[in-house]
């Protein structure tokens, strides 16, 4: 199939899945006689697999790792646990962090009157 319906078929961007390809993420398993990318089932399962991946946050590096371990039926699934496990940690350090932009934020608004007078507090700690 080509890029447009196999992108299409993935739920991508057909720029995404020519990126994909380029870096040799899910590289097209051939390509025709007049030179376009060919893509199978097993590469439609690769795209969906990344695609699914990538919106865990998971980078291409690890996006490539899990690749891996996914064709690789001699795989443990504690590597595959330590990659979700490190990932899981920066969600939660993320959280942590947002959360705390939340509070201060949320106390700024709450303090400043929102009138015709010029001093606002949440101008003042930015500045």
Known sequence: ???????????????TVRYYADIDL??????SDAGYRSYDEASIRKLVFVRRARLFGFSIDECRELLGLYQDQDRTSAEVKRIATKRLTEIKEKQLELQSLHDELQHLVGTCRGDHRPDCPIIDFLG
């Not at 199939?1 to 720029?15: F, G, H, Q, T």
């Open 1 to 15: 199939m080509n890029i447009s319906k196999a992108a299409n078929a993935a739920d991508l961007p057909v720029k």
């Open 26 to 31: 899910v590289p097209a398993p051939s390509r």
